[in-house]
T-cell receptor
Framework: QKEVEQNSGPLSVPEGAIASLNCTYS??????FFWYRQYSGKSPELIMF????GDKEDGRFTAQLNKASQYVSLLIRDSQPSDSATYLC??????????FGAGTTVTVRA | DTGVSQDPRHKITKRGQNVTFRCDPI?????LYWYRQTLGQGPEFLTY????????KSRLLSDRFSAERPKGSFSTLEIQRTEQGDSAMYLC??????????FGEGSRLTVL
């Protein structure tokens, strides 16, 4: 079983719609969760992190965490063409090892 | 520029040769990571330094891989006797907090 699993996509949404990305993880002891965005040909960049159950909002992005279900999600509201990228879910397995999923590719149609 | 810098950005080598990559982290960051990424996959953890101490090395790494971070500043990743399967993007990242990584632009390795 992979440590972090994501739907690879591609996920295609019209401009202005909500993009919903999902991630599950295997280690029940994981404590912190991250979403990175990676544009084609570029390096990953951190966009959000969440530590507690519930929702965390930052601008157009909302991260949701459900530790009982071992489930993390990212919502992108009012999607823009500039949001077209691969979104990587990452889970801290301990103090120093961040394990990444394979990523979900999002395409926002103008 | 105060970001993470990596050198070289691209390296083409023949199978069996040794290659070395350098990473200069953000100056105030004591945590430094090396990851490897192949097409369609997320970054795969290779190793972690806290200051100059290498605290974790992936079991996926063979003995051909070695990393150093002398004096807790820049780091080098050396691959000996390269194989075609080593072809990948090698990403360096630094941070102050666990998980909140700042990545460099990466060093792309092509082994012929």
């Amino acid at each position: 079983q992979k440590e972090v699993e994501q739907n690879s996509g591609p996920l295609s949404v019209p401009e202005g719609a909500i993009a919903s990305l999902n991630c599950t993880y295997s280690d029940r002891g994981s404590q912190s969760f991250f979403w990175y965005r990676q544009y084609s040909g570029k390096s990953p960049e951190l966009i959000m992190f969440i530590y507690s159950n519930g929702d965390k909002e930052d601008g157009r992005f909302t991260a949701q965490l459900n530790k009982a279900s071992q489930y993390v999600s990212l919502l992108i509201r009012d999607s823009q063409p500039s949001d077209s990228a691969t979104y990587l879910c990452a889970v801290n397995l301990n103090d120093y090892k961040l394990s990444f999923g394979a990523g979900t590719t999002v395409t926002v149609r103008a | 520029d105060t970001g993470v810098s990596q050198d070289p950005r691209h390296k083409i080598t023949k199978r069996g040769q040794n290659v070395t990559f350098r990473c200069d982290p953000i100056s105030e960051h004591n945590r430094l990571y090396w990851y490897r990424q192949t097409l369609g996959q997320g970054p795969e953890f290779l190793t972690y330094f806290q200051n100059e101490a290498q605290l974790e090395k992936s079991r996926l790494l063979s003995d051909r891989f070695s990393a150093e971070r002398p004096k807790g500043s820049f780091s080098t990743l050396e691959i000996q006797r390269t194989e075609q399967g080593d072809s990948a993007m090698y990403l360096c990242a630094s941070s102050l907090s666990p998980g909140e990584l700042f990545f460099g632009e990466g060093s792309r390795l092509t082994v012929l």
